[in-house]
């Protein structure tokens, strides 16, 4: 299958500072893919490489097979929902739409008007006057309605509320559904996403320590919970990543796929185990007090 991103050898430095180093993944089309890690990995450094609003230091980007920079064709199939996204000053809601429709040759009209609706987006509004959870509304409806065949999405969700953001991902899903697309999410709310994502890419210093199905990095740990010594005998002589007491109870989260034997064990022990949550385990590979060159176990 060709790939909708490939990435080969990839570097970026700004000055003394390696943004990226030698990054290498590719994206297949029809998955949403989290692009997950702490506040300065190097994530929108990626990002802006991919869409070409900065040049790399050394290495390929391929996007739908050619290179991004100055390529018309290429960059006309990216939709790409930043935070910090700067509109003209005269500007209403339904100027950026109007613009948003021109750009992009999957936009659909009808979905972004019942977008707004949901978002409780003023079309008429000048832009600069809405709120700030409004314009980050404004962003995502511009991501979900252009139908982008790669859609990107930077913490698309600055000052949303619960609700909304909810909204959004229900959204996405839906639409997704009927028109598959590439996506890729980068946040930090890793547990509110962790339903969507079909595949996790995690950047860490500038390295991809983890480039794997949403799935199968569920399989890596488990959560064991019950009574708070059953839960310590138990997790004697197994890695811990995490433990959450709550009342006189325990939850943990242990590294390992959890064998049949410590399955029967947690049972006998009347203990309850759950997949892990991809949060916790994402935190666990990418804390700084952990030794290097541990982030692919
Ligand atoms: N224009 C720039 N000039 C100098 N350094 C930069 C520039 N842009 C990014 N950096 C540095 O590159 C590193 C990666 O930054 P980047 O913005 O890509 O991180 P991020 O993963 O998006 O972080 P966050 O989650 O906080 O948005 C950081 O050390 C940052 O300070």
Not at 33 to 54: E, I, W
Not at 253 to 262: E, F, K, M, Q
């Amino acid at each position: 299958m060709s790939a909708i991103v490939e990435v080969r050898r990839l570097n970026k430095s700004f000055g003394s500072v390696a943004a990226l180093s030698d990054v290498n993944f590719r994206l297949e089309p029809g998955k949403i893919y989290g692009l997950l890690g702490r506040n300065g990995a190097g994530k929108t450094t990626l990002m802006h490489l991919l869409t070409a609003q900065n040049f790399a230091t050394s290495g390929e980007i391929r996007v739908f097979g050619e290179e991004p920079y100055e390529n018309e064709k290429v960059l006309s199939r990216i939709c790409f929902i930043k935070e910090s996204q700067k509109y003209p000053d005269t500007f209403r809601v339904k100027d950026v739409f109007q613009a948003a429709s021109e750009i992009f040759a999957n936009w659909d009209w009808e979905f972004a008007y019942s977008l707004a609706e949901d978002f409780r987006l003023p079309l008429n509004r000048l832009v600069k006057k809405l709120s700030r959870g409004m314009l980050s509304s404004v962003g995502i409806v511009v991501g979900l309605a252009s139908r982008a065949p790669l859609t990107i999405f930077d913490e698309p969700y600055l000052g949303l509320d619960a609700v909304a953001r909810s909204l959004f991902y229900d959204r996405l899903i839906e639409d997704y559904g009927e028109n598959p697309r590439t996506v890729i999410l980068s946040t930090h709310l890793i547990d509110e996403v962790s339903k969507l994502l079909e595949h996790v890419l995690v950047i860490d210093g500038g390295k991809l320590i983890l480039d794997e199905e949403t799935d199968e990095l569920r399989g890596r740990a488990y959560s064991v919970a019950g009574p708070a010594d059953k839960v310590e005998a138990f997790a004697k002589g197994k890695r811990v990543i995490h433990r959450e007491p709550f009342g006189g109870l325990t939850s943990a989260s242990i590294l390992g796929s959890g064998t049949g034997t410590d399955r029967e064990e947690a049972a006998r022990s009347g203990l309850e185990i759950a997949p892990v949550s991809l949060q916790q385990l994402i935190v666990h590979l990418t804390r700084t007090d952990r030794p290097s060159g541990q982030g692919r176990e």
